[in-house]
């Protein structure tokens, strides 16, 4: 499958892993919107949350698990926030379900 991200998840493309178990790959956004800025992705390929069902949505459970134990690695003791992107009017560049991670500052109150 051409996905950027099952290659990153394969080691195919090389990626500055942050964290890794047998359902989630996590690594640093290579353009980072914030000092601290992760990718959290499900290692089955999901176009979009738009693909999440109950056959999968263990992925998605474990990636909610992992975000607090990521957060305290990266010393986001301050908060921080977890955005997906979802299809063309919300802007999803890569179709691999991910789950940004920003933080490290003061984030703006915008959402749009
Ligand atoms: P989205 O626009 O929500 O689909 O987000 C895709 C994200 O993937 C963007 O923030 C990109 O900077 C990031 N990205 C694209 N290619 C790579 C890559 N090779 N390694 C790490 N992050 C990437």
């Known amino acids: 499958m051409d996905c950027l991200f099952c290659k990153i998840i394969a080691g195919d493309i090389p990626s500055a ?5 047998d359902k989630v790959y996590a690594f640093r956004d290579i353009n980072p919107m914030a000092p601290v800025h992760v990718l959290i992705v499900p290692k089955c390929h999901l176009a ?9 949505s263990a992925y998605v459970a474990r990636i ?3 975000i607090p134990e990521i957060a305290k690695a990266e010393g986001l003791a301050n908060g921080y926030r977890v955005i997906t992107n979802c299809g063309e ?3 999803q560049s890569v179709k691999h379900l991910h789950f940004h991670l920003l933080g ?3 984030l703006s109150e915008e959402m749009d």
């Open 89 to 91: 009017h919300g802007c």
């Open 64 to 66: 909610f698990e992992v």
């Open 17 to 21: 892993k942050v964290y890794e178990d």
């Open 48 to 56: 979009s949350a738009d693909e999440v069902s109950a056959d999968n």
């Open 104 to 106: 490290g500052k003061q």
